[in-house]
């Protein structure tokens, strides 16, 4: 049943974008993609839940449920950052991100079976896990806002402005408000998580995880210090907020 | 009962002879009810714009109304013999179709413009609120605004600006959003500028500077917009805070380098900047759009995207014609 509802999710996210680049290839803004994706949230929560219930804990015990958990994050960030800033056209980016993440879930060997429950478990454990995968799904946001900027950008400096595309994107100043918010929202929720990773009982073996968990914030904090203190162009800010997801999802894969 | 039109337009009469029957805004309800009561017909609508002047009425026999309507506007204007070329005469299905191209802008000077669906809507509801309105008008009118909508929703003929200005201006909201927290500055205080930083504090621009080689010609412009005079010499300890550059001096070498920007990029913690060179020869220097957040748009860019926005637009004719055809034959208007 979990399976279903995490193949259904990924099904109409592929939808939801599909219909999102029609729209916008035929110039008009698609309204429906918060639609499409408001119901890829539901199936989400119910995959979540099910798979928590059957944890008896958070669901990040396996890679599978913490790419689901990831895509929720970044389903979730999409419908409250979307429509107040005006940029649905963000789920059209965002659809393609969650499909990518939840195809790779429904992967033979990245979901387990029979999920059991999580002996032992621990409350500075699962703040870790909950708030870390959270941060990634702001992060995601954000590198998917960089990478509609870096669209919008380079139509503006070669003046392309005929396509759906084009005119379907929002401003460039509010793409960046939208972006830096993400990553100081990522950021921050990075840092509660660095701080219950440190207060959970580890062994020695845990010693890379945290070593990469450190790195990651440490070069999402200069990030963010280098934008507020001397400023970044708009074309830096989105190749380094792109790049660094890209970078520490890398990085995480391995350690 | 018939439907006419008497009108005259743009295409089909000089100012001098539109001025002459324009009707203010304010008067177009006690207009149509005079009318009603002068010529002795059923309905009456006037529309006055800048454009146009015409009047929609109901009358039992077309050619009769006609007469009487020449015969009031002579009355009023003492000009209508020597007009009469100027005058165009509608009826039945030919009326209510001219309605819909002039409410859907296929009418306009701008082709597509929007403003004239506003216009016409106030100009029947002054008709309406003066009971000159009965059936066959109100239907007409009501249908004649539908099909508007449709022909603007269905079909593209008021995408893109078509003059340099407000392509100027689309972009200007395109990299900046909302125009309310923008700074701008003026470099020559010519007439283009004078126009485009209009349309900028029209859509909302915070702030203007106006720069200008005599600094008198610069306050002259700079109290006209409700901004600030800077001296030739100090533009650029004001690129720092702005966010649109419009440049359109008379100088015959370029007068912004990249030099200049980049000495304000750090103080600008590198905000996006725009530049719109309107000048002839060029103001900007073109290696100023090599820097990243720097967006560089010359007249000539300005002015093909706005040629190409018309021509989109000259494009989407036939389409919008062939709506109107099939929503009148739907319709069925009574008094067509």
């Known amino acids: 049943m979990d399976r279903w509802l995490l193949i259904s999710a990924t099904l109409l996210a592929v939808f939801g974008g599909a219909w999102g680049m029609v729209s916008v290839h035929r110039g008009n803004r698609s309204r429906w993609t918060v639609v499409w994706m408001s119901a890829v949230l539901v199936c989400q929560i119910a995959f979540l839940s099910l798979r928590g219930e059957q944890r008896a804990a958070c669901p990040l015990a396996d890679r599978g449920e913490i790419l689901a958990f990831l895509s929720w994050s970044l389903t979730l960030f999409y419908l409250l950052v979307g429509p107040a800033y005006r940029i649905s056209l963000l789920g059209v980016f965002t659809a393609p991100v969650v499909v990518v993440f939840q195809s790779i879930a429904l992967l033979p060997g990245m979901l387990e079976w029979n999920p059991q429950e999580v002996a032992g478990g621990n409350p500075w454990h699962e703040t870790h896990s909950a708030t870390s995968v959270l941060a990634y799904g702001a992060l995601a946001l954000a590198a998917v806002a960089g990478v509609m900027f870096l669209v919008l950008d380079r139509q503006l400096k070669e003046h392309h402005l005929k396509s759906g595309l084009f005119r379907n994107l929002p401003p460039v100043r509010e793409l960046l408000v939208s972006l830096e918010r993400l990553l100081w929202l990522g950021g921050g929720l990075l840092t509660v998580g660095i701080v219950a990773g440190f207060l959970m009982p580890h062994d020695r073996s845990a010693l890379g995880h945290l070593i990469a968990a450190l790195a990651v914030w440490t070069g999402y904090a200069v990030l963010l210090a280098v934008k507020s203190v001397r400023g970044l162009t708009g074309r830096r800010l989105s190749l380094l907020a792109v790049g660094m997801f890209v970078l520490s999802l890398g990085v995480f894969a391995f350690v | ?226 901004g600030s005079a800077v001296r030739f010499d100090d533009w650029q300890s004001v690129l720092e805070r702005v966010d649109i550059v419009i440049s359109s001096t008379g100088s015959p070498h370029a007068i912004v380098h990249r030099a200049d920007v980049e000495k304000a990029r750090r103080a600008r913690k590198y905000r996006p900047l725009f530049f719109i060179d309107i000048a002839v020869p060029r103001d900007i220097d073109p290696a100023v759009g090599e820097i990243e957040e720097v967006y560089l748009y010359d007249i000539d860019t300005l002015e093909q995207l706005a040629e190409e926005a018309r021509s989109r637009r000259q494009k989407q004719i036939e389409e919008c014609e062939r709506i109107i055809d099939a929503e009148l034959e739907k319709l069925n208007l009574p008094g067509t």
């Not at chain 2, 009561?37 to 009425?57: D, H, K, M, P, Q």
């Open chain 2, 1 to 226: 009962m018939e439907l006419i039109c008497l009108g005259l337009n743009h295409k089909t009469a000089p100012v001098e002879v539109r001025e002459r029957f324009a009707v203010g805004a304010p008067k177009l309800g006690e207009s149509a009810r005079e009318l009603i009561a002068t010529t002795g017909v059923a309905e009456g609508v006037v529309i006055s714009t800048c454009n146009r002047t015409e009047f929609y009425l109901v009358a039992p026999e077309a050619q009769d109304a006609f007469n009487r309507l020449e015969h009031h506007l002579a009355e009023k204007t003492a000009l209508l013999g020597s007009a009469a070329p100027h005058f165009y005469r509608m009826e039945k299905s030919q009326a209510a179709r001219h309605l819909c191209r002039v409410v859907s802008g296929l009418d306009s000077m701008m082709l597509g413009e929007t403003e004239i669906f506003g216009q016409v809507k106030q100009a029947y509801q002054a008709a309406l609120d003066a009971g000159a309105t009965s059936n066959v008008l109100n239907r007409v009118f009501q249908r004649a605004f539908g099909v508007g909508k449709k022909v603007r929703t269905e079909t593209s003929i008021q995408e893109g600006s078509t003059s340099v200005g407000n392509v100027a201006v689309d972009l200007a909201e395109k990299i900046f959003g909302h125009l309310k927290h923008s700074e701008v500055m003026i470099l020559g205080a010519g007439e283009m500028s004078r126009i485009t930083a209009q349309s900028l504090v029209s859509r909302g621009a915070r702030s203007i500077f106006v720069s200008n080689r005599s600094f008198d010609r610069a306050e002259e412009l700079a109290t006209e917009m409700g």
